[in-house]
């Protein structure tokens, strides 16, 4: 049996250990015509812009994760935990924005970094801890900003 329009193979990315059940907000703290790349995602009848199937930036600058996105968690040496996990999560996706060419690297990945270290103290980590992992960050992690997530053929 064909089912019309069935694609004959399937395709996924691995490493995703969270998935939302809603849908969370926060404000960027920067005015966002500044590293914006072109108006490719621009969508102009709600006037945001799409940085991927799941995520929503407005030009006041509000970052919307929908529900439903999927992230990884924090990256070793971090470990999850609930002070880091909402940073975890916006990180994620400002950096999806990156790869996906949507935000400019040099000018958002130390702010997304910066957001990381903010809400994790925010959520009740230790100052002396998010310093630490905001180091860590902008040591290493330019991969994970500009490298593409790789696609796999399900078997």
């Known amino acids: ?11 996924y990315k691995k490493g995703y250990k969270y ?15 500044r590293g914006i790349k072109g108006q490719a995602n621009w969508n102009n009848e709600r006037e945001i812009w799409y940085c991927g199937r799941l995520i929503e930036i407005t030009p006041e600058g509000l970052f919307t994760l929908l529900d439903s996105y999927s ?10 935990r609930k002070s880091n996990h909402r940073a975890g ?5 400002l ?19 910066q957001i990381f270290k903010d809400l994790c103290i925010e959520d009740g980590m230790w100052k002396w801890l998010a310093n630490i992992e905001y180091k860590v960050l902008r040591k290493f992690g330019f ?7 790789k696609i796999y053929e399900a078997p």
């Open 71 to 80: 992230w990884d968690g924090c990256s070793r040496p971090a470990i999850d």
């Open 95 to 113: 950096y999806e924005c990156i790869r996906n060419g949507v935000l400019d690297e040099p000018t958002w990945r130390p702010i997304a970094d």
């Open 19 to 33: 998935r939302s059940v809603r849908t969370d907000s926060i404000f960027l703290p920067i005015h966002l015509g």
């Open 143 to 149: 991969d994970a900003a500009t490298k593409p997530k």
């Open 1 to 11: 049996m064909n089912i019309v329009g069935a694609k004959k193979k399937s395709y």
């Open 89 to 93: 999560k916006f990180h994620d996706g």
